[in-house]
Each structure stands twice: as C-alpha cells, then as structure tokens.
C-alpha cells in the first residue's frame, strides 16, 4: 500500500524556520516524482516545490525560490522541505504528493502531473 506521511508542521513566528518530512512507503522515493503542496481554504492548490525521480532536477515556485529547500534521503525513504524566512503568507496545510511518470519531465512541469498518491497533511502557521 502506497502511503505518504507528513510531519514537521507547526507554529512559527514570522523569519522562523521549519522542515517539513514526508515518510513514503510502499514504493521507493527514487522512484516516483515527489512534490510538495499547499492549498489556502478557497484557493487552488500550489505547487511548491517538486523533485525529479533521479533527483537530477528541482522545481520551486516564485514564491519560495531562495527561501525554501527540497531534498531528498533515499536510505530513510523521505523528503523533506526545509522552509526559511517563513512569512504570514505561508500560512495553510502543506501536502507530499507523488506520481509515477516515465520519460523525462522539463523541470518547470515536476509539479504540473496529476498526483496520484498524497499524504494527510501538514499544517503551517506562521505569526506575525
């Protein structure tokens, strides 16, 4: 049974740092292109950053480019999402999603397929 656990959320003051986990199994991380989401109550889901199953190629939206870090520990089966200089603006349930996709992905579409597989969720609170 593929499943995808989440962890790591919380409460942070504004400029604070946080590091999302998400704990697969059922498939190898290696394997699969992984994501992280966000979604605001009455708003699209974001794709947030999303990592290549050679971990060859990471995307990052605009809006966390130079604040937030994806990686990847293939021996733990886990991705992880290390999030600085959190703002007010951050604040919404995080997801880790994954996809099987064969052939090559352009890095700006990592987070573009339809995921198929996602944990329960995150939660991300950051205090002005």
């Known amino acids: 049974e593929v499943q995808l656990v989440e962890s790591g959320g919380g409460l942070v003051q504004a400029g604070g740092s946080l590091r999302l986990s998400c704990a697969a199994s059922?498939?190898?991380?290696?394997?699969?292109?992984i994501g992280w989401f966000r979604q605001a109550p009455g708003k699209e889901r974001e794709g947030v950053s999303c990592i290549s199953s050679s971990a060859g190629s990471t995307y990052y939206a605009d809006s966390v480019k130079g604040r937030f870090t994806m990686s990847r520990d293939n021996a733990k089966n886990t991705v992880y999402l290390q999030m600085n200089s959190l703002m007010t603006a951050d604040t919404t349930v995080f997801y880790c999603?994954?996809?099987?996709?064969?052939?090559?992905?352009?890095?700006?579409?990592?987070?573009?397929?339809?995921?198929?597989?996602w944990g329960q969720g995150t939660q991300v609170t950051v205090s002005s």
């Open positions: 999603g994954a996809v099987y996709l064969v052939g090559w992905v352009p890095t700006r579409a990592l987070c573009r397929p339809h995921y198929n597989s």
């Open positions: 059922g498939f190898r991380v290696n394997e699969r292109v």
